[in-house]
T-cell receptor, first 114, second 111 residues
Framework: DAGVIQSPRHEVTEMGQEVTLRCKPISGHNSLFWYRQTMMRGLELLIYFNNNVPIDDSGMPEDRFSAKMPNASFSTLKIQPSEPRDSAVYFC????????????FGNGTRLTVT | QQQVKQSPQSLIVQKGGISIINCAYENTAFDYFPWYQQFPGKGPALLIAIRPDVSEKKEGRFTISFNKSAKQFSLHIMDSQPGDSATYFCAARGGYSTLTFGKGTMLLVSP
């Protein structure tokens, strides 16, 4: 089991640039989550998908953020244009839908916007 | 509105001591309470979880104590080891809702 795979591990970009974060969930998992982690706010849920369909995007901070899941094995989180306050670690997690199936997190993408 | 309040924010414990992290919640619909452990540069990973029909669950050196009437639950790490140094998150979920995480506790176990 390769676990949840995220890329890139680190991203440094200038303010105003577009940033795309990528995630490959665990095969067979049908729920996918994007989280943002900062010291001030902890782990914040941005959006989650069930069976590739966005269910709740109320955590997406602004229209600059968008997420897609074109198929069961791939998801992207895009920030356009990026701002310094977007600097954080972004995690993708997957799980089986329903019950108390545990979340399996990737190792995150550390984003720095200068 | 923070639905799961976690304390302390940071904790230093000597090797062999007991680490205690506390969480409190408001939503009585919560019925699943996991703890996640996160090492630097890694994503959080499930450590142990409890449902409110029991007051305690133990797995090795890790124990969850649950007080339904007080709406509180805690993680106890017995015989704490330097390898336990990590950030710990409590969380809660009810029904088909998503997990709500506490803000985390940075634990340092000194040798």
């Amino acid at each position: 089991d390769a676990g949840v795979i995220q890329s890139p591990r680190h991203e440094v970009t200038e303010m105003g640039q577009e940033v795309t974060l990528r995630c490959k969930p665990i095969s067979g998992h049908n729920s996918l989550f994007w989280y943002r982690q900062t010291m001030m706010r902890g782990l914040e849920l941005l959006i989650y998908f069930n069976n590739n369909v966005p269910i709740d995007d109320s955590g997406m901070p602004e229209d600059r953020f968008s997420a897609k899941m074109p198929n069961a094995s791939f998801s992207t989180l895009k920030i356009q244009p990026s701002e310094p306050r977007d600097s954080a670690v972004y995690f993708c997690a997957s799980s089986l839908q329903g019950g108390n199936s545990p979340l399996h997190f990737g190792n995150g993408t550390r984003l720095t916007v200068t | 509105q923070q639905q799961v309040k976690q304390s302390p924010q940071s904790l230093i414990v000597q090797k062999g001591g007991i680490s205690i992290i506390n969480c409190a919640y408001e939503n009585t619909a919560f019925d699943y309470f996991p703890w996640y452990q996160q090492f630097p540069g890694k994503g959080p990973a499930l450590l142990i979880a409890i449902r409110p029909d029991v007051s305690e669950k133990k797995e090795g050196r890790f124990t969850i104590s649950f007080n339904k009437s007080a709406k509180q639950f805690s993680l106890h790490i017995m015989d704490s080891q330097p390898g336990d140094s990590a950030t710990y998150f409590c969380a809660a979920r009810g029904g088909y809702s998503t997990l709500t995480f506490g803000k985390g506790t940075m634990l340092l176990v000194s040798p």
